[in-house]
């Protein structure tokens, strides 16, 4: 009877707990932030939507009750460059993978370099305009691709730093390719309806239109008075191997331990080079990488209201899925039914332990993480639980020294 009073007791005090650490849903009215007061208001000719007529409010979760660790002084991390802004474009996973690299050569061989991520955004709308033609016009259009295409295209066409190519014209303060993705889009799209399937000729129209909007790419690199073409700047100078960088994901409808395709829009190839592996290897993987001197180039969806752009934070409510039930069920069915999109990627170089739970800091190039201001010790910054990394991060690139241990349990 005493051992029953006091197993009643244990449970009792549980069930407190629990109530007491529930979180509430707020509804917030959207007010224009860094997007539309700095990022659009910067672009020249620019014409700013007009305001709704009636307030438009979001539901998120209320973080009054959060502890969130937002000082990115405060986080174990790894070397990286300054966040730096994508501007009015839809290439996170090029500005994300190109940090990635930069920490990957100062990691490698201690230099700091700054290098051009619309060199590879331009090559990847020219490998896209071939794949339009070879498919017959039967893929994705988007400016979104993954992170390991910043390795497929640095195995074509090599690098460049930043200086050599910023993709913008004298006096532009942000990148803007709305105008540019909007005439390549139409292009290919009368391409397909008269069926003028002529690669060489679709190439060349695609890149006239970049060479308008962001100018030719250069074909050599000068370092130190040297000069050296894009390849060898990227064998010699960066000495980066993009076989060595490797990529994952974790979705239990798959085989583990073997390679598969992680099968969203923006893998518009259909690569099949992501390692499958279990939501423990790939949560634990994101950790050792960090301890090892690694980062990662992590992309997921952070269009939930547990991700909130004013406080600059990534959590997942008790009203989502309470934190002991998100295991790889929970992941894969929200992936499935398309509430887990693959939205966004960032460049995660950090992490800190804080009351048991890990968080991690993610170097963001998107206007959300810029509401904060300038002046702003997080901005350019995301602080995400690890719930959130665990249910809503879906993919990253990481280089394979990082994870020796889990390549080798890999099928060949």
């Not at 009792?12 to 860094?34: H, M, R, T, W």
């Not at 690299?101 to 700054?114: I, L, T």
């Given at each position: 009877?005493?051992?029953?009073?006091?197993?009643?007791?244990?449970?009792?005090?549980?069930?407190?707990?629990?109530?007491?650490?529930?979180?509430?849903?707020?509804?917030?009215?959207?007010?224009?932030?860094?997007?539309?007061?700095?990022?659009?208001?910067?672009?020249?000719?620019?014409?700013?939507?007009?305001?709704?007529?009636?307030?438009?409010?979001?539901?998120?979760?209320?973080?009054?009750?959060?502890?969130?660790?937002?000082?990115?002084?405060?986080?174990?991390?790894?070397?990286?460059?300054?966040?730096?802004?994508?501007?009015?474009?839809?290439?996170?996973?090029?500005?994300?993978?190109?940090?990635?690299?930069?920490?990957?050569?100062?990691?490698?061989?201690?230099?700091?370099?700054?290098?051009?991520?619309?060199?590879?955004?331009?090559?990847?709308?020219?490998?896209?305009?071939?794949?339009?033609?070879?498919?017959?016009?039967?893929?994705?259009?988007?400016?979104?691709?993954?992170?390991?295409?910043?390795?497929?295209?640095?195995?074509?066409?090599?690098?460049?730093?930043?200086?050599?190519?910023?993709?913008?014209?004298?006096?532009?303060?942000?990148?803007?390719?709305?105008?540019?993705?909007?005439?390549?889009?139409?292009?290919?799209?009368?391409?397909?309806?008269?069926?003028?399937?002529?690669?060489?000729?679709?190439?060349?129209?695609?890149?006239?239109?970049?060479?308008?909007?962001?100018?030719?790419?250069?074909?050599e690199v000068t370092v130190d008075g040297k000069k050296m073409s894009p390849q060898e700047y990227l064998k010699n100078e960066l000495k980066i191997n993009p076989n060595d960088y490797v990529d994952f994901m974790s979705m239990m409808d798959e085989k583990y331990?073997?390679?598969?395709?992680?099968?969203?829009?923006?893998?518009?190839?259909?690569?099949?080079?992501?390692?499958?592996?279990?939501l423990n290897e790939f949560m634990s993987a994101v950790k050792m990488a960090i301890d090892n001197g690694f980062s990662l180039s992590i992309g997921g969806d952070v269009s939930e209201p547990g991700f909130d752009k004013i406080a600059q934070a990534g959590v997942?409510?008790?009203?989502?899925?309470?934190?002991?039930?998100?295991?790889?069920?929970?992941?894969l069915q929200r992936f499935q039914n398309g509430s887990t999109t693959d939205d966004h990627a960032m460049h995660l170089v950090g992490y800190k332990i804080q009351n048991g739970k890990t968080w991690y800091l993610v170097k963001d190039s998107s206007s959300g993480?810029?509401?904060?201001?300038?002046?702003?010790?997080?901005?350019?910054?995301?602080?995400?639980?690890?719930?959130?990394?665990?249910?809503?991060?879906?993919?990253?690139?990481?280089?394979?020294?990082?994870?020796?241990?889990?390549?080798?349990?890999?099928?060949?």
């Amino acid at each position: 009877m005493k051992k029953q009073i006091i197993l009643s007791a244990i449970l009792l005090s549980a069930v407190v707990v629990i109530a007491q650490n529930k979180d509430k849903a707020v509804f917030e009215e959207v007010k224009p932030g860094y997007y539309q007061n700095s990022i659009l208001k910067g672009i020249d000719d620019y014409e700013l939507p007009e305001a709704p007529e009636e307030k438009v409010k979001r539901m998120k979760v209320d973080l009054s009750s959060w502890d969130i660790p937002n000082k990115p002084s405060e986080y174990k991390t790894v070397w990286y460059n300054n966040p730096i802004s994508q501007g009015n474009t839809g290439t996170c996973w090029c500005f994300s993978t190109t940090s990635f690299y930069e920490s990957e050569v100062k990691r490698a061989s201690g230099k700091n370099v700054k290098l051009s991520e619309i060199y590879i955004v331009y090559w990847e709308y020219v490998e896209r305009a071939a794949y339009f033609v070879e498919s017959r016009g039967n893929m994705t259009l988007g400016e979104g691709s993954e992170t390991n295409a910043v390795a497929k295209n640095m195995k074509k066409y090599g690098m460049v730093p930043y200086d050599h190519f910023t993709g913008m014209k004298a006096g532009q303060l942000f990148h803007n390719h709305e105008s540019m993705f909007d005439e390549i889009k139409d292009y290919l799209a009368s391409v397909k309806e008269k069926n003028a399937w002529n690669k060489n000729e679709v190439v060349a129209t695609v890149r006239s239109i970049l060479d308008h909007y962001v100018g030719p790419v250069p074909t050599e690199v000068t370092v130190d008075g040297k000069k050296m073409s894009p390849q060898e700047y990227l064998k010699n100078e960066l000495k980066i191997n993009p076989n060595d960088y490797v990529d994952f994901m974790s979705m239990m409808d798959e085989k583990y331990y073997q390679k598969g395709e992680y099968k969203v829009p923006d893998n518009w190839w259909h690569s099949k080079a992501y390692n499958n592996v279990p939501l423990n290897e790939f949560m634990s993987a994101v950790k050792m990488a960090i301890d090892n001197g690694f980062s990662l180039s992590i992309g997921g969806d952070v269009s939930e209201p547990g991700f909130d752009k004013i406080a600059q934070a990534g959590v997942i409510p008790t009203w989502d899925v309470p934190s002991e039930f998100i295991d790889e069920a929970a992941r894969l069915q929200r992936f499935q039914n398309g509430s887990t999109t693959d939205d966004h990627a960032m460049h995660l170089v950090g992490y800190k332990i804080q009351n048991g739970k890990t968080w991690y800091l993610v170097k963001d190039s998107s206007s959300g993480s810029r509401n904060c201001g300038e002046s702003s010790e997080k901005f350019g910054y995301y602080f995400i639980h690890e719930d959130y990394v665990k249910l809503k991060f879906m993919s990253f690139t990481v280089h394979k020294d990082a994870v020796k241990d889990i390549l080798k349990k890999m099928k060949s």
